[in-house]
Nanobody, 125 residues
Framework: QVQVVESGGGSVQAGGSLRLSCTVS????????VGWFRQTPGNEREGLAAIDSDGSTKYADSVQGRFIISLDNAKNIVYLQMNSLKPEDTAMYYCAADQGRRGRWLLPSGDFGYWGQGTQVTVSS
């Protein structure tokens, strides 16, 4: 059973940075993908970035250049470094995982099989 746990959320002032962590366990295969999403009340979930186990990445246009996704394969942790944060980045952030190197296809659809509980990020002006 694949388990996904996010951490690292919190409050930050506009212009600041935060790094979210996503720890994934229970993979059956060494080939996998992980994505980061966010959602605010009343709005649709937004895909932000995805990374495959071979390190290939995909970003949404909205965060390209500000957010960086990275992978520590040895620890099975995926990070989302968020820079130049804006109040509109305030949201619940979710990590999702699945088997196979399919991040660039799963990010737009959000069809990852395993999801974490989310971590809140609040950016104040």
């Amino acid at each position: 059973q694949v388990q996904v746990v996010e951490s690292g959320g919190g409050s930050v002032q506009a212009g600041g940075s935060l790094r979210l962590s996503c720890t994934v366990s229970g993979y059956e295969d060494s080939s996998y993908c992980v994505g980061w999403f966010r959602q605010t009340p009343g709005n649709e979930r937004e895909g932000l970035a995805a990374i495959d186990s071979d390190g290939s990445t995909k970003y949404a246009d909205s965060v390209q250049g500000r957010f960086i996704i990275s992978l520590d394969n040895a620890k099975n942790i995926v990070y989302l470094q968020m820079n130049s944060l804006k109040p509109e980045d305030t949201a619940m952030y979710y990590c999702a995982a699945d088997q196979g190197r399919r991040g660039r296809w799963l990010l737009p659809s959000g069809d990852f099989g395993y999801w974490g509980q989310g971590t809140q990020v609040t950016v104040s002006s």
